[in-house]
């Protein structure tokens, strides 16, 4: 059974930076990509950034381009979210997720497992 944990979440004020944490477990192959999502109160969930297994490949939302930078270290089967220049706007519940393909893709509905979610909240 695949689980996923994230970690890092918290309360920051406006202009400062987090870093995510999700570890993932139970995978049986190592060819999966791994995803960032957040939701938003009373919005629906939105792609925030993926990475292919060899790292090579990332993807972004429009909206953190050039703030926020995934990673992965695969050895420990973990992705990582530095977001940096936080704004209000980034305030949600940030999810991690594992699509078992080479490419990475914004569409959720590829995702086969999901983590539990941890709180980012931005101040102004």
């Known amino acids: 059974q695949v689980q996923l944990v994230e970690s890092g979440g918290g309360l920051v004020q406006a202009g400062g930076s987090l870093r995510l944490t999700c570890a993932a477990s139970?995978?049986?192959?190592?060819?999966?990509?791994m995803g960032w999502f957040r939701q938003a109160p009373g919005k629906e969930r939105e792609f925030v950034s993926a990475?292919?297994?060899?790292?090579?490949?990332?993807l972004y939302a429009d909206s953190v381009k050039g703030r926020f930078t995934i990673s992965r270290d695969n050895a420990k089967n973990t992705v990582y979210l530095q977001m940096n220049s936080l704004k209000p706007e980034d305030t949600a519940v940030y999810y991690c997720?594992?699509?078992?393909?080479?490419?990475?893709?914004?569409?959720?509905?590829?995702?086969?497992?999901w983590g539990q979610g941890t709180q980012v909240t931005v101040s102004s």
């Open positions: 997720a594992t699509a078992l393909r080479t490419m990475p893709t914004t569409r959720h509905t590829r995702y086969d497992n």
């Open positions: 139970g995978l049986t192959t190592s060819a999966y990509v």
């Open positions: 990475i292919a297994w060899s790292g090579g490949s990332t």
